[in-house]
């Protein structure tokens, strides 16, 4: 392949260049995805904030809740004790 | 000095994404020049170029430097992106090259003819001979890293190669005898 119509179109294919505005292109995007992950990112930082207090508050919760009910299961056998003592 | 591409993806990786505008500026004539021969239209060639360098910021991680050079595995991304392409787009009709006869490249009116005949026979050539000959012949790639880019065995490529050139030398032909 040394002819000479080949190698002027070889030569012509590895002149192809991009259009000039092709890298700031592709920077602008990149510049926008990285705004994005870094919204994601904090996206996700108070989604696992939210998440923890809330796991915190339901651990809060059950404990109250266990409490309330011994309370009630006391007062309610307290008297019924009372009186058979009585 | 200039800083290595693997400096750079590692600064990039770290945060520094500007550093990025280097890789691109480094790599995109070579990566459009690739997707313009595998697809033969500038256009595509533009998106698929772009959608390479986003592919491969976005998967930097994915990246491993020890097992190839960026621009090898910028090259297969934008090789897959390049065959994702062509496997969507309709047959197009393309008129079979076999006569290029009765020019002359002397004439630049005819060299432009013939390089348009030869821009067809490249596009006709099945797309695993196309994309290894763009990568040996324009891109000038050693054959180990074009075995690398299209995953497969050295001897493969050699072959795949070989196979590209006598097409397009046997298209080239009577027009030499032509012009002789």
Same mark, same amino acid.
């Given at each position: 392949m040394t002819d000479q119509p080949y190698e002027q179109?070889? +030569?012509? #294919? #590895?002149? !192809?260049? @991009? @259009? @000039?505005?092709? +890298?700031d292109q592709i920077?602008? &995007?990149?510049?926008e995805l990285e705004s994005q992950r870094r919204a994601l990112w904090w996206l996700r930082v108070i989604q696992r904030i939210? &998440?923890?207090?809330? +796991?915190?508050?339901?651990?809060? #919760? #059950?404990?109250?809740?266990?409490?309330?009910? +011994? !309370?009630?299961?006391f007062t309610a056998c307290c008297p019924v004790g009372v009186l058979l003592r009585s | 000095m200039e800083i290595d591409d693997r400096e750079l993806v590692r600064r990039v990786f770290a945060g520094q994404t500007d550093d990025f505008r280097t890789l691109v500026? =480094?790599?995109?004539? %070579?990566?459009? =020049?690739?997707a313009s021969g595998l697809l033969g239209n500038r256009e595509e *060639?533009?998106?698929?170029?772009?959608? $390479?360098?986003? *592919? *491969?910021?976005?998967n930097l991680s994915g990246y491993d430097a020890s097992r190839a050079a960026f621009s090898t595995w910028l090259f297969t991304i934008a090789r897959n992106r390049c065959l994702n392409l062509l496997k969507q787009r309709r047959p197009? $009709?393309?008129?079979?090259?076999? %006569?290029?006869?009765?020019? %002359?490249? $002397?004439?630049?009116?005819? %060299?432009?003819?013939?390089?348009?005949?030869?821009?067809?026979?490249? $596009?006709?050539?099945?797309?695993?001979?196309?994309? *290894?000959f763009v990568l040996a012949e324009i891109e000038e790639l050693p054959y180990a890293e074009i075995a690398r880019i299209e995953r497969t065995s050295l001897g493969t490529v050699k072959s795949r190669i070989h196979r590209a050139k006598q097409r397009l030398q046997s298209l080239l032909e009577p027009v030499m005898r032509e012009s002789k």
């Open positions: 179109w070889l +030569a012509e #294919r #590895r002149e !192809v260049s @991009p @259009p @000039p505005a092709l +890298a920077m602008s &995007q990149v510049a939210e &998440q923890s207090r809330a +796991a915190r508050w339901g651990r809060v #919760r #059950r404990s109250a809740s266990d409490w309330l009910l +011994a !309370v009630c299961l | 500026d =480094r790599h995109q004539q %070579s990566v459009f =020049r690739f *060639a533009q998106d698929v170029t772009q959608e $390479a360098f986003l *592919a *491969a910021f976005l197009i $009709a393309i008129h079979k090259p076999d %006569s290029i006869g009765g020019v %002359s490249p $002397a004439d630049p009116m005819i %060299s432009q003819e013939l390089s348009q005949q030869l821009d067809r026979a490249l $596009a006709a050539l099945p797309v695993e001979q196309r994309s *290894a």
